[in-house]
């Protein structure tokens, strides 16, 4: 009764209230939710989101053939445009091949929110490789199209098979950790907002006011450049750790990237117990270009490298000291390499070129978020 009571008195203050009153009234509350919003503790963790990704790609991967594979990886594209584009489950189903220039990062919603979302350029490639091939995903038709409680059976079954609350893991809370994320990376919220698609309730668009065009610049500047910290390393790889062991002074640190690359790093015990390292914790491996080294041509079998890949050259700049060679890896990240220009020694490079990059365990630089 006492409640009953209680609200009746409110809709009767509300009532009265003037139009500038109310503006003002939805103002407070919008910063006081938006306060609350960016210190929830209830979101799904960098950890489990990653967990979660690597399960979908290794399920996808562990496929016996295009049959059981090409719904597996629909799954994980679904849940990679939740994860980093905070998409509706009805805007990725409506998502056409056009509406995707993964090349530029950007991906054009339409509907009643139509807008232009950005990716970060990591997850752009990625995707761009899955979608590329004409096997699994035949050109001229909507390669997100599939039913939603398909989706919801899918992240339930991966939430369970990577020890989440059950319901946890679900469209709503990965668009909703999504948000978390970028206004913990410092953007406005209306900013937040745009990404979203989020529209102004009635008497709000006069409360916070963003240019459309300036907001569309910092999130393209934002998003594109996200890396797992800020560091003047060139290389930053974000991953599990999957295997630990001590000998002696050193600990071999085996750590798992959502795409499935394995970085080997060694460190002292003393950095080992500082970090408090353990199976499953979420780490990033830097490395800095300098320290990558660059073969062309097959890889020499010897070597003192505990990191070898195979990459493909997307680019090479030069000066008269210094060579920059960017290349892709197999998985869609992005590795960088600097080396003296000798023309004795240097095989010229260009974009396309195959070249093995490597780099020792003992050159990683291991740290936390």
């Not at 562990?62 to 994980?76: D, H, N, T």
């Not at 600990?251 to 790093?265: F, H, M, N």
Request: with cysteine.
């Amino acid at each position: 009764m006492d409640k009953t009571l209680k609200r009746e008195e409110l809709a009767t203050l509300l009532r009265s209230l003037s139009a500038a009153d109310m503006a003002w009234l939805r103002q407070r509350l919008l910063r006081r939710d938006s306060a609350a919003l960016l210190q929830d503790t209830g979101r799904i963790s960098p950890q489990e989101l990653l967990s979660a990704e690597s399960w979908l790609w290794e399920r996808a991967a562990a496929a016996r053939g295009p049959r059981e594979k090409r719904p597996r990886l629909r799954m994980w594209l679904i849940f990679m445009l939740l994860r980093y584009a905070a998409l509706r489950l009805v805007e990725i189903f409506a998502l056409d091949s056009p509406d995707l220039d993964l090349q530029e990062g950007v991906i054009w919603v339409k509907g009643p929110c139509a807008r232009t979302v950005p990716l970060p350029l990591a997850v752009s490639r990625r995707l761009r490789r899955v979608l590329e091939d004409p096997g699994l995903f035949p050109a001229g038709r909507e390669p997100m199209r599939c039913d939603a409680s398909y989706v919801r059976r899918s992240l339930q079954e991966c939430g369970a098979a990577c020890g989440l609350p059950k319901g946890l893991l679900s469209a709503r809370s990965l668009r909703h950790s999504r948000a978390l994320e970028l206004g913990r990376q410092g953007l406005p919220l209306p900013v937040v907002d745009i990404f979203l698609g989020r529209r102004a309730g009635p008497g709000q668009s006069g409360i916070v006011r963003y240019d459309p065009q300036g907001a569309q610049r910092l999130l393209r500047e934002q998003l594109q450049r996200e890396r797992p910290m800020k560091t003047s390393a060139r290389n930053v790889f974000q991953g599990r750790i999957v295997s630990l062991r001590q000998s002696g002074l050193l600990v071999e640190v085996i750590l798992s990237t959502a795409g499935g690359l394995r970085v080997a790093a060694l460190i002292t015990d003393e950095s080992y117990r500082s970090l408090a390292l353990e199976e499953g914790k979420l780490v990033n491996a830097s490395v800095k270009a300098p320290w990558v080294m660059v073969e062309t041509g097959a890889p020499a079998a010897a070597s003192g490298a505990e990191n070898r890949f195979t990459a493909v050259v997307e680019r090479v700049r030069e000066d008269g000291m210094v060579m920059e060679i960017l290349a892709a890896l197999p998985e869609g990240s992005q590795i960088c390499a600097l080396q003296s220009k000798n023309p004795d020694t240097n095989a010229p490079l260009r974009a396309g070129d195959t070249i093995t990059v490597s780099f020792k365990a003992f050159s990683v630089i291991l740290s936390l978020d």
